[in-house]
């Protein structure tokens, strides 16, 4: 397996653009997970699903972001309108379960985003 | 809520030696799952090794090993034989059952040859 798959690496826009993130889970994995890390907050968790269902998006900062998961094996993470301070290096997890040994969370390679 | 608390920021240790990062954490919860990750600076999130609050015996991977005291809320890694691939950020995590996932701030360590 490929592993977790993030694009675009890299991401450079100006204040108010819309920008999409996206995730291809390890295929087989129920839990997709969206984190956000900044030299200020560390390392945040935004948002989870299971089986492409919204859990707990009680991470997310505000309404300007959005995150949606149509199937197993794509999820977004949307910013509308980007601001500066939404600056960060956004990640994207994927893991079999929740418990047990099956909870082990697999990074993808990360989005640097800068919004200027 | 849980809290995961990381008291050193940075730290070195010479090729060969020992290091043992510490992390403390609070919770409610009486089952969870408690990590440590390694962010080299590739920036890529690796996961060193993965301890069941409910087992008892401390996990050990290769040259890394846990020091999970329950009582105290305590979880520190032990990096035996330092490597200079070892140099990174290295993370605690707490998960509950119900997925939450809580990160400590990190420990910058450099393995200096």
């Known amino acids: 397996d490929a592993g977790v798959i993030q694009s675009p690496r890299h991401e450079v826009t100006e204040m108010g653009q819309e920008v999409t993130l996206r995730c291809k889970p390890i295929s087989g994995h129920d839990y997709l997970f969206w984190y956000r890390q900044t030299m200020m907050r560390g390392l945040e968790l935004l948002i989870y699903f299971n089986n492409n269902v919204p859990i707990d998006d009680s991470g997310m900062p505000e309404d300007r972001f959005s995150a949606k998961m149509p199937n197993a094996s794509f999820s977004t993470l949307k910013i509308q309108p980007s601001e500066p301070r939404d600056s960060a290096v956004y990640f994207c997890?994927?893991?079999?379960?929740?418990?047990?040994?099956?909870?082990?969370?697999?990074f993808g390679p990360g989005t640097r985003l800068t919004v200027l | 809520a849980q809290t995961v608390t990381q008291s050193q920021p940075e730290m070195s240790v010479q090729e060969a030696e020992t290091v043992t990062l510490s992390c403390t954490y609070d919770?409610?919860?009486?089952?969870?799952?408690l990590f440590w990750y390694k962010q080299p600076p590739s920036r890529q999130m690796i996961l060193v090794i993965r301890?069941?609050?409910?087992?008892?015996q401390n996990a050990t991977e290769n040259r890394f090993s846990v020091n999970f005291q329950k009582a105290a809320k305590s979880f520190s890694l032990k990096i035996s034989d330092s490597q200079l691939g070892d140099t990174a950020m290295y993370f605690c995590a707490f998960n509950t059952n119900a997925g939450k996932s809580t990160f400590g701030d990190g420990t910058t360590l450099t393995v200096k040859p």
């Open positions: 301890q069941e609050a409910y087992k008892q």
């Open positions: 997890a994927s893991s079999l379960g929740l418990a047990g040994g099956r909870n082990e969370q697999f």
């Open positions: 919770t409610s919860e009486s089952n969870y799952y």
